[in-house]
C-alpha cells in the first residue's frame, strides 16, 4: 500500500529536489512578504485564479499538445502538483504585490526571466522533459504577456468588485 502510494506520487523522479525547493520557497516568499499593493483577498482570489489557469495550462501543454512531460509523463507526481500549483501562483502574487503601477515593464520583464530560470532549470536538473521545442519560444512570450498585461487586468477587475 505504501509503496503504492509513494510511486503514485512520484517520490522517485530525477530532479524532484528543484521543483519541490522552488515551490516552497516563492511559497514561503509569498505568504511572509509584507501585502503592500494588495490586499489579503485579493491574493485568495489571485491564488485561485491563477492556480486554475495553470492547471488549465498543465492539461492543454502536456496532455492534449503533449509539448512538456514532469517527472514520469503517465503520472501527476508531488513535484508536478507542487509545480503547478504554487509556483504560477506564487509569481503571480509576488509580482501583483511588488509592482507599482510606474515599474510594471521593468517588473514584467524582471519575472518573465525568473519564471524562465525556473523551466530552464527544471530542465537542467532532469524533471522537465521538452518533447516539442516549440515550448521554449512560446514561454517566454506568454510569461510577458501574463505579466505585462493579464495580471494587471485580473487585478482591475478584483477592484471593481469593492
Known sequence: MMEK???RLDFGAEGLW???????ILALCMLIQPKR???WVELYITFG??????????VLVMRVLDWVDLGDAKITGIGEVLSYTLVPTSLAILYL????YEKRWRHSILFTLLSFLIQAGMEY????????PLILY?????????FRFILPIHLRIIRKQD
Open 125 to 132: 536538473v532532469g524533471y522537465m522533459k521538452v518533447v516539442s
Open 37 to 39: 499593493l494588495i490586499s
Open 138 to 146: 512560446i514561454s517566454p512570450i506568454f510569461y510577458l504577456i501574463v
Open 97 to 100: 504585490n511588488l509592482t507599482p
Open 18 to 24: 528543484f521543483p519541490l525547493t522552488v515551490s516552497l
Open 49 to 58: 485564479v491563477v492556480g486554475l489557469a495553470a492547471w488549465l495550462s498543465d
Open 5 to 7: 502510494i509513494i510511486h
